[in-house]
């Protein structure tokens, strides 16, 4: 069976293709039409298809859009009611739902050769749940979802038995902890449905003395939901502009409202435990990319195990719907690396270069040339293998640097073109993490907060927030050998086994995707040396 997922409607559009119960491509439409999140999330938007990420999937498995047996929309319209019924003020909802229901013709149109009739809608919670729960390694488990909002809910619970989902509860809109934070996002002068990553930064310099007033307006309840209502921010504290200093009244009100969020996932967790007994919880939804509340949950829920979908936001319901919907007829293998994105061979990186007339190197080992130059505090631009499937980093689309250089941090936010409070992650070889950082392991995703150890904190200050966490990637040398014998070789050099990892891009710019952005990329920031593929370019010679 042929299936083709696609998330279209809200933000982050993106493709996925699973063909026999096997995952065999998944990209977010961002990397190739390189507008960030893909497109802004609104209702004169929603008609807008990842038609590049779809061709790319189809092309991966060498289909046509004629081979497909099913697209999995993921947003089903059948669903929805007026947002004014709903207890929402967006007086354009109407056109979205419209162009929710023409999707089918709109994909035709996309892809041409497909019958629209292949065309079937997902909830867009059933397939968030999916993307967790089905491609999680348990096929037992309880999944929560969390987001802005779907067609009338903004959460659900539920509980998966040999891949199979029963739904135990749902949150209706108006109240959503999702809609909460982005309101807050856009409250505190960043980009909503985008930089809500940057307020729980933001938090980590605040106290949370206004908890006590969100409170008023966000909290769980007794039967599995939650209260989350409009909050009047400004009588807590005065807005800001964008790209105005932030204030210690901004932080605290950031530490406020990430507190009450955290409450309300531990709330609704501890129910969903009670009604399933699970030893595992899967989640998926854009609060599940809060990695601060992840770590909460697993240090103070009932939960032995908490597994997050790396795509969790709407992206990753293009995963998740093509995965239902396998589902329902064959079994569907689980997601066993978010590298499910564009790659190319060594001769295509070669010819990318040649046709570029850059000067590059071949050396015997790429990790051992990289190494050496992080020694030397050398900022590395590393592109290795199939990209990311998620907002995530993880050691294939990759700026690193040396951690035990404090300046790093401010380095690589000024190259990269960020706010100074933000931080930077480790980059650990997983059987020797627990040496150093103290939380959820092993953390192949990045979707956790670490404590480091005090011992370590002053030989890697360049990782460590300001409240002496580190948001950890461990890597399991099996299934990511390069990036291992590249941190085995820096520590013979240094005697750290850590290494900085950001996101290769500059602000604004979706992650590096193809060799044309990596090179771009290098020849417009201030970095070192390019690690493209088994080929190193330097700054020195390709700018000399």
């Known amino acids: 069976m042929r299936v083709l997922g696609v998330n279209a409607l809200f933000h982050d559009p993106a493709a996925a293709l699973v063909v026999d119960g096997r995952i065999v491509a998944a990209a977010e439409e961002e990397r190739f039409s390189r507008r960030k999140h893909g497109k802004r999330p609104l209702p004169f938007s929603a008609w807008e298809l990842p038609e590049l990420s779809a061709r790319w999937c189809l092309e991966q498995a060498g289909l046509r859009p004629a081979d497909l047996d099913v697209v999995a929309y993921s947003y089903d319209p059948g669903l929805a009611r007026p947002a004014g019924d709903m207890g929402l003020d967006d007086p354009w909802d109407h056109l979205r739902q419209e162009y929710a ?18 065309v079937r809608f997902v909830a867009h919670h059933v397939a968030h749940a999916a993307s967790a729960g089905q491609a999680s390694p348990h096929p037992d488990c309880a999944v929560l979802v969390l987001d802005g909002r779907g067609e009338c809910g903004s959460h659900l619970s539920g509980r998966y038995v040999d891949r199979q989902l029963t739904v135990l509860a749902s949150q209706q809109l108006p109240d959503s902890v999702g809609l909460f934070y982005e309101d807050l996002t856009q409250h505190l002068g960043f980009l909503r449905s985008s930089d809500e990553f940057k307020v729980m930064a933001l938090a980590s310099y605040g106290k949370p003395r206004f908890a006590d007033r969100l409170r008023e307006f ?6 599995g939901g939650f209260t989350a209502r409009p909050v009047p921010w400004e009588e807590l504290v005065p807005g800001r502009d964008p790209g105005t200093p932030w204030t210690q009244d901004h932080a605290d009100v950031a530490a406020s409202a990430q507190a009450c969020l955290e409450e309300v996932v531990l709330d609704l967790a501890r129910w969903l435990h009670c009604r399933t ?6 989640l998926a939804g854009g609060v599940a990319l809060n990695c601060v509340a992840n770590t909460r949950l697993h240090r103070e829920g009932p939960f032995r195990e908490i597994w997050v979908q790396p795509a969790a936001g709407d992206a990753g319901t293009a995963l998740g719907a093509a995965m239902h919907v396998a589902g329902e007829k064959e079994p569907v293998e689980s997601m066993a690396t978010p590298a499910l994105g564009r790659g190319w061979s060594d001769e295509e990186l070669r010819g990318w ?5 850059v000067p590059y190197e071949e050396p015997a080992d790429i990790a051992e040339t990289v190494a050496e130059e992080l020694s030397r505090d050398g900022v590395v631009a590393w592109f290795q293998g199939r990209s990311e499937f998620g907002p995530r980093a993880l050691g294939h689309r990759s700026l690193l640097a040396h951690p035990g250089r404090a300046g790093n941090l401010e380095r690589l936010n000024a190259v990269k073109g960020r706010e100074e409070f933000r931080p ?3 980059m650990v ?15 192949p995703y990045m979707l956790f907060v670490h404590d480091v150890a005090e011992q370590w904190r002053e030989r890697i200050p360049a990782v460590v927030h300001v409240d002496g966490t580190a948001r950890v990637q461990t890597v399991d040398s099996a299934a990511e050998p390069l990036v ?12 750290l086994p850590v290494v900085v990892n950001t996101s290769l891009n500059t602000a604004g710019r979706p992650m590096v995707d193809d060799p044309r952005d990596a090179l771009e990329c290098f020849g417009s920031a201030p970095v070192d040396l390019l690690a493209l593929g088994p080929f190193a370019v330097r700054r020195g010679r390709a700018f000399a």
């Open 353 to 357: 270069l040649e046709r570029s007339a």
């Open 429 to 443: 070889l997983a059987e020797r993490a627990a040496e150093l950082f103290d939380g959820p392991l092993p953390s």
């Open 277 to 282: 007994g699970d030893d595992v919880l899967a």
């Open 218 to 223: 966000v909290r769980a309840d007794d039967a």
């Open 424 to 426: 930077v992650a480790p």
């Open 484 to 495: 291992a014998r590249m941190l085995e070789a820096f520590e013979r050099r240094t005697g």
């Open 101 to 118: 229901r023409r999707a089918p013709e709109f994909l035709a149109e996309a892809l041409p050769g497909l019958d629209p009739g292949k």
